[in-house]
């Protein structure tokens, strides 16, 4: 007996012992389905990760046997892909699109009025900018009027696009602020006027002399809206963007964003077509300008 008891002990023993020499992570899963997408497309059972970082790939076995952690999961076969990055897109343009009034969807302007009514109970900005009305979703597919939206905010500018972004509808408060009135003319654009009457319905270039006035929105609320646009992209796998079309001021606020530890997306960003762009950049980063023919 004393001598299996030995035993016992010596193999006890070595499996404290072998154990302890698993290297400490901190987080591990196992039976899932890792597409590591590396140069042969191989897939893998299993992942160790410490400081956000993987640290190795391989069967459950093999992890489960290398490394330990707090946190374990067992993946049931489920399937995990790298972070998915969006080769085109306007990461901080739909950002800051976020303080503007949704009108996707709506399905007459008595619905429009409404979203606006309680959107203005909270607008951030001293304007109400909305977007994305089609009045060929309404029962009645005629542009709508200014008149109510006259009689709510006599004292507020309103600006509602057009889901195309080629009409808007404006209230009188933003038609004066803009200086628009019934001789106003224009090449590109149209102010639309019925019995004499501006209806507030802004046709292209007509748009922009409203649009231009609209004060810009401040750093920090932008920068709020980077962060809470990042936490719906990295809820659905989204961990990159090539930005496309970005100004240099918004690059800076993407960079102190960053610097900060706030801002984690990875952003590739595309300056907006600017020859004083060019120069300046080229010099900055050191790329050799060639001439094509």
């Known amino acids: 007996m004393t001598f299996l008891r030995d035993i016992f002990r010596s193999i006890l023993l070595l499996f404290l012992l072998s154990c302890n020499t698993r290297t400490n992570v901190s987080l591990i899963i196992h ?22 970082r993987v640290l190795a790939l391989g069967t ?14 067992d993946a049931a076969g489920k399937t995990i892909f790298p972070g998915f990055i969006d080769a085109h897109c306007h990461f901080t343009g739909y950002a800051t699109d976020s303080w503007k009034c949704n009108l996707f969807g709506t399905s007459s302007f008595e619905e429009v009025i409404e979203k606006v009514k309680a959107y203005s109970k909270t607008a951030p900005m001293l304007w109400i900018y909305g977007t994305g009305w089609d009045q060929n979703d309404w029962s009645n597919e005629a542009f709508p009027n200014k008149r109510v939206l006259d009689s709510l905010f006599p004292h507020t500018p309103v600006f509602l696009k057009r889901i195309d972004g080629h009409a808007a509808l404006v209230n009188q408060k933003a038609l004066d602020l ?8 224009l090449s590109g654009g149209s102010v639309e006027i019925k019995n004499g009457q501006l ?48 100004n240099e001021h918004t690059i800076q606020l993407v960079d102190e964003e960053q610097k900060a530890g706030r801002l984690k997306m990875k952003i590739f960003a595309l300056l907006s077509d600017s020859v004083a762009y060019y120069d300046r950049w080229i010099k900055r980063v050191h790329i050799k300008q060639i001439d094509y023919m």
């Open 60 to 73: 459950s076995a093999d992890i489960l046997k290398t490394y330990k952690a707090d946190t374990v999961i």
């Open 31 to 52: 039976h899932a389905k890792i597409y590591t997408v590396d140069s042969s497309f191989s897939i893998a059972e299993a992942m160790a990760i410490k400081d956000g």
């Open 178 to 185: 803009a200086g628009i009135n019934s001789t106003t003319h």
């Open 199 to 246: 209806t507030g319905i802004l046709l292209d270039n007509a748009m922009d002399i409203v649009d231009k006035i609209v004060p810009a929105l401040p750093d920090s609320l932008a920068k709020q809206y980077y962060v809470q646009l990042q936490k719906k992209c990295f809820a659905v796998g989204l961990t990159g963007v090539q930005d496309c079309g970005v």
